[in-house]
């Protein structure tokens, strides 16, 4: 039975590919964050009580923050692959609290980096890493960007997910490690957190389908974005580490499409007018915008045989569906007189 160790196993990413990789009959190995409440809601459905014999996913306690304890992490799992999907990775974040962002996303990937390279040494096995790279890394560079695209990134967050790229490609010249970057670009899903774009449109949708809201603020509505499901991507993440030896790819639909037009689909899919509920504010515009991102993902169809499976429009339909049915669930509370707070929203 093949091993995994994934950072950042909580997140969106983490929980597509904890699903991925106990379908192929992997023992996957977890990092969570240590947090005063629970935090683990979107891989619930996989957990199975260690105690059980058939029990194959577990979790430890770490952090990016701080090698000792990925060191630690890495002796008691033993593992032979590694996913690193750990960040601080909310772009207007990123200008806000900047030193972290670099800390965690660029840092933590050094660290995590070293703490492998010495584990190899030490037992003399080679473990195949995999780092998440991210689109946002291009920034102002035109579209179509490949893997040969030169990086003009535009925030903190990218410049940090820069870092982090050629802190992989560094390691694996120099010390001949197996590390695969993966550069994938936007995709989304139901377990999308709730600050982000895409789900802050279809959380809004249903919350206005059903009565609990009439307007949501968005920033630039003209930023073209290339969007893919999330499940698929994960699948891309687990064929990189297949290959006989690493590399580089870029994970993307091919298609762009604006903020506008997904809140116009995500709109009508419930039956309303985007532009009777969508205002403008400009305190959520970047203060330097990345205004089109769309992948040629090429070389992952040739060599790794990816391609995307779900659609946009069905991307956007599942999102909708899956928010509306959490507003029901919202407005059945309130009407039995529970207050519901509205998780992160208020800060959006």
Known sequence: MRRALVTGITGQDGSYLAEVLLSKGYEVHGIVRRASSFNTDRIDHLYVDPHEPDARLRLH???????????????KVEPDEVYNLGAQSHVMVSFEQPE???????????????????????????????????????????????????FHPRSPYAVSKVAAHWYGV?????????????????????????????????????????????????????????????????EAMWLMLQQPAPDDYVVATGESRSVREFA???????????????????????????????????????????????????LVASMVEHD??????????RAAGHDVALRGLAAV
């Open 61 to 75: 306690y770490g952090d990016l923050s701080e090698a000792t304890g990925l060191r630690r992490i890495l002796e």
């Open 100 to 150: 972290y962002t670099s800390d965690i996303t660029a840092l933590g990937s050094l660290r995590l980096l070293e703490a492998v390279r010495d584990y190899q040494q030490r037992v003399g096995k080679e473990l195949r890493l995999y780092q998440a790279s991210s689109s946002e890394m291009f920034g102002s560079t035109p579209p179509p960007q490949s893997e040969t695209s030169p």
């Open 170 to 234: 560094n390691y694996r010249e120099a010390y001949g490690m197996y590390v695969s970057n993966g550069i994938l670009f936007n995709h989304e899903s139901p377990r999308r957190g709730e600050t982000f774009v895409t789900r802050k449109i279809t959380r809004a949708v249903g919350r206005i389908a059903v009565g609990l809201q009439r307007i949501v603020f968005l920033g630039n509505l003209d930023a073209r974005r290339d969007w893919g499901f999330a499940g698929d991507y994960a």
């Open 264 to 314: 116009e689909r995500a709109f009508a899919h419930a039956g309303l007018d985007w532009r009777e509920h969508v205002e403008v504010d400009e305190r959520y515009f970047r203060p330097a915008e990345v205004q089109h991102l769309e992948g040629d993902a090429t070389k992952a169809r040739e060599r790794l045989g990816w391609r995307p499976r779900v659609t946009f429009d069905e």
């Open 324 to 333: 509306t049915e959490l507003a029901r669930q919202e407005q059945t509370l």
